[in-house]
């Protein structure tokens, strides 16, 4: 099993910059694909990105392409989630999520563990 802890949420100007990260706990970290997925008020968690257990691939939903940036230092066991250029729309709460079978996967329901959620409020 692995604990993951979200931080880095708070509240920012449109086009400002946030990074979250998220910290893991237990099993060794490089063994999962680790994905963000976010919550905003009345909506349906949706994918935000992910990226595999070494790095190498990534992927993201449209909405968020050339302004969020995922990466990963398995090192420190954390995942950072670099995000640039906010609008209004990003608000939502922020989870990181583990997937222990190495699928590169979008869908919420592959991900076997999650943390807590950290709240990002973009301000217009």
């Known amino acids: 099993q692995v604990q993951l802890a979200e931080s880095g949420g708070g509240l920012v100007q449109a086009g400002g910059s946030l990074r979250l990260s998220c910290g893991a706990s237990?099993?060794?970290?490089?063994?999962?694909?680790v994905a963000w997925f976010r919550q905003g008020p009345g909506k349906e968690r949706e994918f935000v990105a992910f990226?595999?257990?070494?790095?190498?691939?990534?992927n993201y939903v449209d909405s968020v392409k050339g302004r969020f940036t995922v990466s990963r230092d398995n090192a420190k066991n954390t995942i950072y989630l670099q995000m640039n250029s906010l609008k209004p729309e990003d608000t939502a709460v922020y989870y990181c999520?583990?997937?222990?079978?190495?699928?590169?996967?979008?869908?919420?329901?592959?991900?076997?563990?999650w943390g807590q959620g950290t709240q990002v409020t973009v301000s217009s």
């Open positions: 990226i595999s257990r070494s790095g190498g691939s990534t």
């Open positions: 237990g099993r060794t970290f490089s063994l999962y694909t």
């Open positions: 999520a583990a997937e222990s079978q190495g699928r590169l996967a979008s869908d919420k329901y592959w991900y076997d563990y």
